[in-house]
């Protein structure tokens, strides 16, 4: 019977994506590695978690296999499945599968959106065994050292259908991330699309006071990645009143009086 | 008229106090005729209010002069003004007093009902307008005293939405056109006819702050990052100060909420809006450029003592005999440094404020006008407002020279040159206090130079002000007032009430009582730490025990009450509450439960055991709590949520619907599955028979898709839910009721098993647990006016009620289970000494952890802004949401439970 794994080449992180460590977590992320222990990433949409692991990818030289959960993932989604080629039936590596094959990262985005009974498969792979059993092909897979789980989890969703099981919580490591102190993150903006310093730190003044609102009617702070996006709107020549309109206050809310807020505050910096 | 407690009544008013005054020849007999009168009934009402004996005093001379009316009156008088005392302070329990006088003058029927209507009236309405409720009343009773009842009827809403002009032009026509009819005149005031409408719209011009009060309180916020809240300053705000740039309704800080005048109406466009925006910004920058950060201590120099409720700042200017001079010349100083700092961390704002300077200039006093001293405060507020201190022409006008402007130039030039460096960056409040030593005695020398160097400018009314009086520490409206020839002191025009420079100003000595008494638990905390040497700023402290502002001792506790409490006892049902008198506001706490409307009977008990901080362990079956049941309500109160709601409830099902799950879903085109889907299994084979690549998503699955959630809904009617919010005079628990009857719509669409449960109670025994829908019954007219029957009862002990809450949910079989808790504040049961503050939330936590292990999900909604830092210790991060506005709690409560449970 044949097997398909996907060619590793296509998972090398190649240019190395800019990230600005904000405390020790490249270097607890490392040491984790080292101990062959999975992390699980837990903080607000868009402050960097994503861009986190591809940067230890590269940094680790490791190949990095990323899923975005959702609800119809399904066990087979993640480990693999029989396909028929002609006539054939050809057996095809799931992103887990390929990356203990490979002795990668596996990152599994925004975990919580997978059906409790899936992410089941990935328990015998994050305590001390290291397993991962393909029960189709009658075989199990013992992950090698390189090997590494990193899962993510945003905490601020508030349903309870979507919060994280115990049995699942308490097997990974958890690094904390919130969005960078100001000086920081106007550095990330700046880095990220060339804006030119004064904008950068107007940007993050901006979020900072959005910021403050947050359970007052907003879900979530704003996010580095939009601060990113309006400083990309900025920098294509958009004004940025538009841009902060278009980034800010519209993606952030549909109530009319948290939206001419944030207005309000970006007219207070720009 | 002229009779001699008639006078009485108007010297008293005018000196302030009239304990003091030597006792006027003739006043002999007016004693005897009091005497007479009121110590019969002070004996009677001291029985019955157990309230201090010499209060009554203050209130001696106007039931006096009542009682000689009409003696029913009187004592009608003494009764609620005593009540009122407590709760609305001295000064318009007297104020009070002399409407009914000015009333019974005329007609004492009349003024009996006035006497009964009153106090309801003022306590219903926000602080700034109780006294605009009084003037505008007299000023009906001189017209049309008939009229004088429906007016005060309506008057609580109309207040804040027009000025005291437009009210009285609205009032005018009113009674113009339905001189005759009083039931007709009631309806055009409710604005319910044509005309009144029209005649509203005309009125009414400007930018109302209930308008922009949601952006206002997101924006101040936003900025300080701090749960202020925006108040409305009303007319409160009529002073003389010539810092504060003539009479205004100017926005001010106390260092606690942010206050803004009731209508800006100065552009008739956006302006307006920049108006209030650069007024919050600059209130809300002394918080967050630290104005109330000062420690004394931390300063060299001789301080007076710390008197008790007295902030820094005030400590500060007392420390100076000119405390007044003080004050205002602190303002100018801090506003330089903290408009600086506005300015460069704000780069809007400065543009906003700038291009509001030059129109609004002419609001500024002409500085010739003013005496020496407010001369050179003028000049220097217009530099610590101008943006760049370059161009000071255009700040406002000029005036012509005279013999005092070479002097006053001298000594602003000189201050300013000593001022100018609080601009620079980290310059904090310490810098300022410190000016404020080394600048007072430069001004104090330039008053006696220019009081040796001849007379003062023309205009006596200002240069009265000028001489900076001693005035007594009472707010402005105590302070004398221009009198009109009707012998009551007249409004200043109402014109200006909505004019004045932008901007805002310091008001630390006009802290509400329980912002004094929360200042005060800081300060001794701030102490404390002080003196252990460790570092701790104001604000710091602040923020911490802001989330657990909650009476300290039982006095205080019961006034605490008595201010929140409505005055009308029991159930309230519908929508007008009946208008019991003031008396009842000092309804005994020994009462325990109140019976349900039908007396009922306990259909079960349990008890519970309550966590103890203190020693760190449960004690054992210590809570009692008693299930009743509630009786069915009115349909008024139902039909009229419905009604009003109609198009919402149709959205509301329509949403909820979609979400309801169908019974067994087929999925389809599965990689994996329970069996082979024939259809494409057929498409396969034929896709490889064609050579083509078959899918390989060939099975079908049968998926049990049932939604199984079960909810309870657990209502807090302890009786601070009874508090009136918004400007529709709708109390908590009434918008919460509307919350849950759109919900339950909500709830029957999707088709999820709900409960509705009400807690309350007294003491560890009596902890009513009320059922108004259990899982089992089906939801239907009778729930909803069951929904109808809920209201406010006595304390709410959390602990105990969250633990049946969850006995009961643990009942019902249901994968899901959620217990959602609609609240207005902290666990508070006063008839336990123990259940408040630390005690009573640690054991509310340990209730919701139970919850969580017997797999029920809490969650919390609140509207009590305060409520952060105590919520997130009970409920956890994500376990609370606040409201902000309550009246958006009907909207937003099917939201949150749909994004709670999908």
Same mark, same amino acid.
């Given at each position: 019977?044949?097997?398909?794994?996907?060619?590793?080449?296509?998972?090398?992180?190649?240019?190395?994506?800019?990230?600005?460590?904000?405390?020790?977590?490249?270097?607890?992320?490392?040491?984790?590695?080292?101990?062959?222990?999975?992390?699980?990433?837990?903080?607000?949409?868009?402050?960097?978690?994503?861009?986190?692991?591809?940067?230890?990818?590269?940094? $680790?030289? *490791?190949?990095?296999? !990323? @899923?975005? =959960?959702?609800?119809? %993932? +399904? &066990? #087979?989604?993640?480990? /693999?499945?029989? $396909?028929? *080629?002609?006539?054939? !039936? @050809?057996? =095809?590596?799931?992103? %887990? +599968? &390929? #990356?203990?094959?490979? /002795?990668?990262?596996?990152? *599994?985005?925004?975990?919580?959106?997978?059906?409790?009974?899936? %992410?089941?498969?990935?328990?015998?792979?994050?305590?001390?065994?290291? *397993?991962?059993?393909?029960?189709?092909?009658?075989?199990?897979?013992?992950?090698?050292?390189?090997?590494?789980?990193?899962?993510?989890?945003?905490?601020?969703?508030?349903?309870?259908?979507?919060?994280?099981?115990?049995?699942?919580?308490?097997?990974?490591?958890?690094?904390?991330?919130?969005?960078?102190?100001?000086?920081?993150?106007?550095?990330?903006?700046?880095?990220?699309?060339?804006?030119?310093?004064?904008?950068?730190?107007?940007?993050?003044?901006?979020?900072?006071?959005?910021?403050?609102?947050?359970?007052?009617?907003?879900?979530?702070?704003?996010?580095?990645?939009?601060?990113?996006?309006?400083?990309?709107?900025?920098?294509?020549?958009?004004?940025?009143?538009?841009?902060?309109?278009?980034?800010?206050?519209?993606?952030?809310?549909?109530?009319?009086?948290?939206?001419?807020?944030?207005?309000?505050?970006?007219?207070?910096?720009? | 008229?002229?009779?001699?407690?008639?006078?009485?009544?108007?010297?008293?008013?005018?000196?302030?106090?009239?304990?003091?005054?030597?006792?006027?020849?003739?006043?002999?007999?007016?004693?005897?005729?009091?005497?007479?009168?009121?110590?019969?009934?002070?004996?009677?009402?001291?029985?019955?209010?157990?309230?201090?004996?010499?209060?009554?005093?203050?209130?001696?001379?106007?039931?006096?002069?009542?009682?000689?009316?009409?003696?029913?009156?009187?004592?009608?008088?003494?009764?609620?003004?005593?009540?009122?005392?407590?709760?609305?302070?001295?000064?318009?329990?007297?104020?009070?007093?002399?409407?009914?006088?000015?009333?019974?003058?005329?007609?004492?029927?009349?003024?009996?009902?006035?006497?009964?209507?009153?106090?309801?009236?003022?306590?219903?309405?926000?602080?700034?307008?109780?006294?605009?409720?009084?003037?505008?009343?007299?000023?009906?009773?001189?017209?049309?005293?008939?009229?004088?009842?429906?007016?005060?009827?309506?008057?609580?809403?109309?207040?804040?939405?027009?000025?005291?002009?437009?009210?009285?032009?609205?009032?005018?026509?009113?009674?113009?056109?339905?001189?005759?009819?009083?039931?007709?005149?009631?309806?055009?005031?409710?604005?319910?006819?044509?005309?009144?409408?029209?005649?509203?719209?005309?009125?009414?011009?400007?930018?109302?702050?209930?308008?922009?009060?949601?952006?206002?309180?997101?924006?101040?916020?936003?900025?300080?990052?701090?749960?202020?809240?925006?108040?409305?300053?009303?007319?409160?705000?009529?002073?003389?100060?010539?810092?504060?740039?003539?009479?205004?309704?100017?926005?001010?800080?106390?260092?606690?909420?942010?206050?803004?005048?009731?209508?800006?109406?100065?552009?008739?466009?956006?302006?307006?809006?920049?108006?209030?925006?650069?007024?919050?910004?600059?209130?809300?920058?002394?918080?967050?450029?630290?104005?109330?950060?000062?420690?004394?201590?931390?300063?060299?120099?001789?301080?007076?003592?710390?008197?008790?409720?007295?902030?820094?700042?005030?400590?500060?200017?007392?420390?100076?005999?000119?405390?007044?001079?003080?004050?205002?010349?602190?303002?100018?100083?801090?506003?330089?440094?903290?408009?600086?700092?506005?300015?460069?961390?704000?780069?809007?704002?400065?543009?906003?404020?700038?291009?509001?300077?030059?129109?609004?200039?002419?609001?500024?006093?002409?500085?010739?006008?003013?005496?020496?001293?407010?001369?050179?405060?003028?000049?220097?507020?217009?530099?610590?407002?101008?943006?760049?201190?370059?161009?000071?022409?255009?700040?406002?006008?000029?005036?012509?020279?005279?013999?005092?402007?070479?002097?006053?130039?001298?000594?602003?030039?000189?201050?300013?040159?000593?001022?100018?460096?609080?601009?620079?960056?980290?310059?904090?409040?310490?810098?300022?206090?410190?000016?404020?030593?080394?600048?007072?005695?430069?001004?104090?020398?330039?008053?006696?130079?220019?009081?040796?160097?001849?007379?003062?400018?023309?205009?006596?009314?200002?240069?009265?002000?000028?001489?900076?009086?001693?005035?007594?520490?009472?707010?402005?409206?105590?302070?004398?007032?221009?009198?009109?020839?009707?012998?009551?002191?007249?409004?200043?025009?109402?014109?200006?009430?909505?004019?004045?420079?932008?901007?805002?100003?310091?008001?630390?000595?006009?802290?509400?009582?329980?912002?004094?008494?929360?200042?005060?638990?800081?300060?001794?905390?701030?102490?404390?730490?002080?003196?252990?040497?460790?570092?701790?700023?104001?604000?710091?402290?602040?923020?911490?025990?802001?989330?657990?502002?909650?009476?300290?001792?039982?006095?205080?506790?019961?006034?605490?009450?008595?201010?929140?409490?409505?005055?009308?006892?029991?159930?309230?049902?519908?929508?007008?509450?009946?208008?019991?008198?003031?008396?009842?506001?000092?309804?005994?706490?020994?009462?325990?439960?109140?019976?349900?409307?039908?007396?009922?009977?306990?259909?079960?008990?349990?008890?519970?055991?309550?966590?103890?901080?203190?020693?760190?362990?449960?004690?054992?079956?210590?809570?009692?709590?008693?299930?009743?049941?509630?009786?069915?309500?009115?349909?008024?109160?139902?039909?009229?949520?419905?009604?009003?709601?109609?198009?919402?409830?149709?959205?509301?099902?329509?949403?909820?619907?979609?979400?309801?799950?169908?019974?067994?879903?087929?999925?389809?085109?599965?990689?994996?599955?329970?069996?082979?889907?024939?259809?494409?299994?057929?498409?396969?084979?034929?896709?490889?028979?064609?050579?083509?690549?078959?899918?390989?998503?060939?099975?079908?699955?049968?998926?049990?898709?049932?939604?199984?959630?079960?909810?309870?809904?657990?209502?807090?009617?302890?009786?601070?839910?009874?508090?009136?919010?918004?400007?529709?005079?709708?109390?908590?628990?009434?918008?919460?009721?509307?919350?849950?009857?759109?919900?339950?719509?909500?709830?029957?669409?999707?088709?999820?098993?709900?409960?509705?449960?009400?807690?309350?109670?007294?003491?560890?025994?009596?902890?009513?647990?009320?059922?108004?829908?259990?899982?089992?019954?089906?939801?239907?007219?009778?729930?909803?006016?069951?929904?109808?029957?809920?209201?406010?009862?006595?304390?709410?002990?959390?602990?105990?009620?969250?633990?049946?809450?969850?006995?009961?949910?643990?009942?019902?079989?249901?994968?899901?289970?959620?217990?959602?808790?609609?609240?207005?504040?902290?666990?508070?049961?006063?008839?336990?000494?123990?259940?408040?503050?630390?005690?009573?939330?640690?054991?509310?936590?340990?209730?919701?952890?139970?919850?969580?292990?017997?797999?029920?999900?809490?969650?919390?909604?609140?509207?009590?802004?305060?409520?952060?830092?105590?919520?997130?210790?009970?409920?956890?991060?994500?376990?609370?949401?606040?409201?902000?506005?309550?009246?958006?709690?009907?909207?937003?409560?099917?939201?949150?439970?749909?994004?709670?449970?999908?």
């Amino acid at each position: 019977m044949k097997q398909v794994t996907p060619p590793v080449e296509d998972y090398i992180v190649r240019n190395e994506p800019y990230y600005l460590p904000v405390g020790s977590e490249a270097d607890l992320f490392q040491k984790a590695w080292k101990a062959s222990l999975p992390v699980l990433l837990k903080g607000p949409t868009g402050c960097g978690k994503t861009r986190f692991v591809t940067h230890m990818a590269h940094k $680790l030289s *490791l190949p990095l296999f !990323t @899923v975005a =959960c959702h609800e119809d %993932l +399904t &066990a #087979a989604d993640l480990v /693999g499945r029989f $396909l028929i *080629l002609g006539d054939e !039936t @050809v057996w =095809c590596d799931g992103p %887990l +599968t &390929a #990356a203990v094959r490979h /002795g990668g990262i596996v990152y *599994l985005d925004e975990v919580v959106e997978a059906r409790k009974d899936t %992410l089941v498969v990935i328990h015998p792979l994050t305590d001390d065994r290291r *397993l991962l059993p393909l029960e189709k092909l009658g075989a199990v897979l013992k992950a090698p050292d390189s090997f590494m789980m990193v899962i993510s989890y945003n905490p601020g969703y508030q349903s309870v259908l979507k919060e994280l099981k115990h049995s699942t919580r308490q097997r990974f490591l958890t690094l904390e991330f919130d969005f960078p102190p100001p000086e920081q993150e106007a550095a990330i903006v700046r880095t990220e699309t060339g804006i030119d310093e004064h904008l950068a730190s107007a940007l993050v003044n901006i979020a900072g006071k959005i910021r403050n609102l947050t359970d007052r009617g907003l879900e979530e702070g704003v996010s580095t990645r939009l601060l990113i996006y309006a400083a990309k709107l900025m920098s294509q020549g958009a004004s940025p009143r538009d841009s902060c309109k278009a980034a800010m206050s519209s993606s952030l809310t549909d109530d009319p009086d948290l939206s001419r807020t944030i207005d309000e505050l970006t007219a207070d910096f720009l | 008229m002229d009779s001699p407690g008639e006078e009485l009544n108007h010297r008293q008013d005018s000196s302030g106090s009239a304990n003091h005054r030597p006792q006027a020849p003739g006043s002999g007999s007016v004693r005897d005729r009091l005497e007479q009168g009121l110590w019969r009934s002070a004996r009677l009402l001291g029985e019955a209010l157990l309230g201090p004996v010499d209060r009554l005093g203050q209130l001696a001379r106007p039931a006096g002069g009542l009682i000689q009316r009409d003696r029913a009156l009187g004592l009608l008088y003494l009764r609620n003004a005593m009540a009122m005392q407590d709760t609305l302070g001295t000064g318009l329990a007297r104020d009070y007093g002399r409407l009914l006088d000015r009333s019974a003058a005329l007609d004492v029927l009349l003024a009996r009902e006035l006497a009964e209507l009153l106090p309801m009236q003022l306590a219903r309405v926000e602080e700034s307008h109780r006294r605009r409720l009084l003037d505008i009343l007299e000023w009906t009773i001189q017209r049309r005293p008939r009229l004088v009842l429906p007016v005060a009827q309506q008057l609580p809403v109309l207040l804040s939405e027009m000025n005291d002009r437009s009210l009285r032009r609205f009032l005018e026509q009113g009674m113009k056109l339905h001189l005759e009819d009083q039931r007709k005149l009631a309806s055009f005031l409710r604005v319910e006819s044509d005309a009144a409408l029209t005649a509203l719209k005309k009125l009414r011009r400007g930018l109302a702050l209930k308008d922009v009060l949601g952006v206002l309180s997101l924006y101040a916020r936003a900025h300080c990052g701090e749960d202020v809240r925006i108040l409305s300053a009303g007319s409160l705000q009529q002073s003389l100060d010539p810092v504060q740039g003539g009479r205004s309704a100017r926005a001010f800080t106390d260092g606690h909420d942010i206050y803004l005048p009731d209508v800006v109406d100065m552009f008739g466009d956006e302006r307006d809006f920049q108006v209030y925006r650069v007024g919050t910004a600059h209130a809300a920058g002394y918080l967050e450029f630290g104005t109330f950060d000062l420690y004394l201590d931390d300063l060299p120099g001789e301080w007076p003592n710390r008197r008790p409720g007295e902030s820094e700042l005030e400590r500060l200017f007392r420390s100076m005999p000119r405390s007044r001079l003080a004050r205002n010349l602190f303002q100018v100083i801090e506003d330089t440094r903290v408009l600086a700092a506005l300015d460069s961390f704000y780069p809007g704002v400065a543009r906003a404020r700038a291009r509001l300077t030059a129109p609004l200039a002419g609001l500024r006093p002409d500085p010739a006008s003013l005496g020496a001293v407010e001369r050179v405060l003028e000049l220097l507020a217009r530099r610590a407002w101008a943006p760049d201190s370059q161009d000071l022409a255009g700040l406002g006008p000029v005036g012509r020279p005279d013999h005092l402007s070479p002097m006053v130039q001298d000594l602003v030039d000189r201050a300013w040159e000593r001022i100018e460096p609080v601009k620079a960056r980290g310059k904090d409040v310490a810098a300022s206090a410190q000016l404020l030593v080394e600048l007072y005695p430069m001004l104090l020398g330039l008053e006696q130079r220019a009081s040796n160097l001849g007379p003062p400018p023309r205009d006596i009314r200002t240069a009265r002000a000028g001489r900076f009086r001693r005035r007594r520490a009472s707010p402005p409206h105590h302070g004398k007032r221009p009198v009109s020839p009707a012998g009551f002191p007249s409004k200043s025009s109402p014109e200006a009430a909505e004019s004045a420079p932008p901007g805002a100003t310091l008001a630390p000595q006009r802290r509400s009582r329980a912002s004094r008494s929360l200042d005060e638990r800081i300060y001794s905390v701030l102490d404390k730490f002080k003196q252990r040497g460790e570092a701790a700023s104001y604000s710091q402290v602040r923020r911490v025990l802001r989330s657990s502002r909650v009476p300290v001792d039982y006095r205080e506790m019961e006034a605490w009450l008595a201010s929140r409490e409505g005055p009308s006892g029991g159930l309230v049902e519908d929508r007008e509450p009946p208008a019991p008198s003031m008396g009842q506001l000092a309804r005994p706490l020994k009462e325990g439960v109140m019976e349900p409307s039908r007396p009922g009977r306990a259909e079960r008990l349990a008890s519970y055991h309550e966590w103890d901080a203190g020693i760190g362990d449960y004690k054992p079956d210590w809570v009692r709590v008693m299930e009743l049941p509630l009786a069915e309500g009115s349909e008024g109160f139902v039909q009229q949520v419905m009604s009003a709601n109609r198009s919402m409830i149709l959205t509301l099902r329509r949403q909820f619907e979609a979400l309801r799950p169908r019974d067994m879903a087929l999925e389809r085109a599965l990689s994996d599955g329970d069996s082979l889907d024939l259809d494409r299994v057929v498409s396969a084979v034929i896709a490889r028979r064609t050579g083509d690549v078959p899918s390989d998503r060939l099975y079908q699955r049968k998926r049990r898709d049932r939604r199984d959630v079960a909810v309870a809904f657990l209502l807090d009617m302890s009786s601070s839910t009874n508090e009136v919010v918004g400007r529709d005079g709708k109390r908590v628990i009434q918008v919460e009721k509307e919350a849950l009857v759109l919900m339950a719509e909500a709830l029957e669409a999707i088709g999820d098993s709900f409960a509705i449960f009400g807690f309350s109670g007294y003491g560890r025994d009596q902890v009513a647990f009320y059922v108004a829908k259990d899982f089992h019954q089906p939801h239907g007219a009778a729930i909803r006016r069951r929904i109808g029957r809920m209201g406010w009862r006595m304390e709410n002990r959390d602990g105990a009620a969250i633990r049946h809450a969850t006995a009961r949910l643990d009942g019902f079989p249901a994968q899901v289970k959620l217990l959602m808790i609609l609240s207005d504040g902290k666990p508070l049961d006063c008839g336990c000494h123990d259940y408040h503050d630390r005690y009573a939330q640690e054991d509310t936590r340990m209730a919701l952890r139970e919850a969580r292990k017997m797999g029920v999900h809490p969650f919390c909604i609140t509207v009590d802004p305060q409520g952060r830092e105590y919520l997130r210790r009970m409920y956890g991060e994500t376990g609370y949401t606040i409201i902000d506005r309550i009246e958006a709690l009907p909207a937003r409560l099917p939201r949150i439970y749909r994004r709670l449970s999908t």
